[in-house]
């Protein structure tokens, strides 16, 4: 018995000396924190601006904000000689105050130059058709009638004139073409790239206002709910989030 | 020289080994008991919220069920937290508003008690006052209205009662009471009320086939421009047909009740109550934060005709100008068959969640 005492008290000393000799060793990985940030053009957006802060789009509306929940998927770093490494499977942003959801951590990511950050709106065709317990949880179903999976996006508010606002719910998933016809509606988003080191933080913005107005200008007058089976309102949705992502401060 | 130190370090920790080895603990050890997750919840949902510090046992789960229907809580040795939430109605009462122990009517309805470790949040109370379920269950017994007693009453009766402490100590090792520990054992039977065996259920399990009426009703559900239930109230793929978020669903255009504008203090939550499941709606009559409707039809006539602006109300409320959705009667019939279908009676006669 006390042999064997003697030998573990042996092996936890080499360990121990193992140690010391590994902290001269050059650290490789570090973390890449990427946090999600709103904007209406340059003015920041936080939950503290829901129900309170007016904007107005190209259409003139005066709208105030009361939710904004994305879903993103395949985040992926890519490096020059065309290897990537992917971060993470799917990320559902939430704005909102108490259960927001907008910085992620990820360790373990390689100290390097990478030449672009891309990440899919959405779920692609594949992913869309998973089983994700997450996402269920946050109940983010989209209706089997219109497609099923899963909602890329539930962007709520009201716009009109105080006392006479109408509510709009800009929910965007798959698209429906007519019934039991469906066409994939994610989009994939490429951003620039970036240097890590031992402890990265990057932003994504996230610019509000480029769903109402590039390229389709939109009108909340004609637009405002029922979109989710609405196929032009979908594609439109689709063709304006094009321009919403930019890659924002790196640190 | 480091090394020897080391070496001498561990030779001392191996030394205090063999002490302790020498000790008798007399602790006692409770037993622990895993939560049955139905299979739809294990496949399709997030795990339950089981805090580290109170982990699920056999006596703990007793004790929290002895102690749930016992009047030794309240002030005056008449009611229990069954008084007002009984197995019968899915752990509900069907009073509008419930009487305390002084006959004081409280001010909102009482909320039906199962799947509640799957609130991910942990904001209980129509308003989301407390969090987490042992917070939430140390707030009936001293409030004036409902069980109008201390803690420090109820505890000195628990102290002297003749079986008490030998069941707290089975169940968290001390003979010595307290608040926490009720809470912490009422948690644990609570977090056994799981309720998953309604015909909505079993049809997603194959097992029986629901009526054309109730499927027509689930479409009305999952319909953005007919029902739109569905972004508050689950799916089929969210057994617990609740988001457990805070919406103003339109009932009044000035408000008696703030609801969660009174915790956050912020006036853009003014109106907003946390929504309830849609399971056991046959059982929980009636309906609403305040208990306004005695019957589902006049939920479903509200949501399709009587909703009212304010200026908190939910954008997912739709056409408010005209009160709402406009569905057919049709529909209706449809839409009520298929919110009964999510009813779970097994659950209201569960041998293991009637007074022991």
Same mark, same amino acid.
């Given at each position: ?88 499977? @799917?990320?559902? /942003?939430? %704005? #909102? *105050?108490? =259960?927001? +959801?907008?910085?992620? !951590? &990820? ?78 509606? @994610?989009?994939? /988003?490429? %951003? #620039? *790239?970036? =240097?890590? +080191?031992?402890?990265? !933080? &990057? ?49 | ?356």
């Amino acid at each position: 018995m006390k042999s064997l005492k003697l030998i573990v008290a042996f092996t936890l000393l080499f360990l121990l000396t193992g140690c010391e000799e590994n902290e001269e060793n050059t650290i490789t990985h570090g973390s890449l924190t990427i946090n999600f940030s709103h904007y209406w053009d340059a003015e920041k957006i936080t939950s503290a601006d829901f129900n309170a802060t007016t904007y107005t789009n190209e259409s003139n509306n005066i709208l105030t904000i009361s939710q904004l929940r994305y879903l993103i998927s395949n985040i992926t770093l890519h490096k020059p000689d065309g290897s990537s490494i992917e971060l993470l499977d @799917h990320y559902l /942003v939430n %704005l #909102e *105050g108490l =259960s927001s +959801n907008t910085s992620i !951590t &990820i360790s373990g990511t390689a100290i390097d130059t990478y030449s672009s950050l891309s990440f899919t709106f959405g779920f692609n065709e594949t992913d869309n058709v998973e089983n994700y317990i997450d996402l269920n949880s946050a109940s983010w179903n989209w209706p089997e009638m219109l497609g099923g999976g899963y909602h890329f996006m539930q962007f709520e508010g009201k716009y009109g004139a105080t006392g006479t606002e109408n509510p709009f719910a800009y929910h965007m998933g798959t698209a429906r073409v007519s019934t039991g016809v469906f066409e994939s509606n @994610h989009f994939d /988003v490429s %951003l #620039e *790239g970036f =240097s890590t +080191n031992e402890n990265t !933080t &990057i932003e994504i913005k996230m610019n509000l206002e480029q769903w109402f107005e590039n390229p389709n200008t939109w009108d909340l007058n004609t637009y405002n709910t029922n979109l989710m089976s609405d196929y032009n309102a979908q594609k439109m949705m689709q063709q304006n989030g094009a321009s919403v992502f930019s890659l924002g401060e790196i640190n | 020289m480091k090394n020897l130190i080391n070496l001498i370090c561990l030779a001392l920790l191996f030394s205090s080994c063999n002490e302790s080895e020498i000790e008798t603990y007399t602790q006692h050890v409770p037993t622990p008991l895993a939560l049955e997750i139905p299979p739809l919840f294990a496949d399709n949902i997030l795990p339950p919220v089981i805090p580290i510090n109170n982990p699920q046992t056999v006596e703990g789960v007793a004790l929290g069920r002895k102690l749930f229907f016992d009047t030794i809580l309240s002030g005056d040795n008449t009611q229990s937290c069954a008084s007002c939430h009984s197995p019968e109605t899915a752990f509900s009462d069907s009073n509008q508003f419930s009487t305390g122990i002084d006959g004081s009517l409280g001010g909102r309805n009482s909320m039906p008690i199962f799947n509640l470790a799957w609130n991910y949040d942990e904001n209980f109370f129509w308003d989301g006052r407390t969090f987490s379920l042992e917070s939430q269950a140390l707030q009936p017994v001293i409030n004036p209205i409902e069980m109008h007693n201390t803690w420090v009453l109820a505890v000195a009766d628990l102290q002297n009662d003749t079986q008490y402490p030998n069941l707290f100590f089975e169940a968290f090792g001390t003979t010595t009471i307290d608040s926490v520990l009720v809470a912490k054992a009422i948690a644990q039977f609570e977090r056994t009320l799981i309720s998953a065996n309604s015909r909505f259920d079993k049809h997603l399990l194959g097992e029986i086939t629901l009526t054309t009426s109730e499927l027509n009703g689930f479409n009305i559900f999952m319909d953005e421009s007919k029902g739109d239930c569905f972004h508050c109230h689950g799916n089929a793929n969210n057994p617990l047909w609740t988001d457990n978020k805070f919406h103003n669903n339109g009932l009044d255009a000035i408000f008696t009740d703030y609801g969660l504008g009174y915790i956050t203090g912020d006036p853009a939550d003014n109106g907003k109550f946390r929504s309830p499941s849609l399971r056991n709606l046959q059982f929980t009559a009636p309906y609403m934060h305040d208990g306004r409707f005695n019957t589902l039809e006049e939920v479903i006539n509200h949501y399709s005709e009587g909703l009212v602006n304010s200026p908190t109300i939910d954008p997912l409320m739709k056409n408010v100008d005209d009160g709402g959705v406009q569905l057919s009667n049709s529909e209706k019939i449809d839409l009520k068959a298929f919110l009964l279908s999510l009813s779970d009676e097994e659950f209201t006669t569960n041998p293991n969640f009637q007074a022991p």
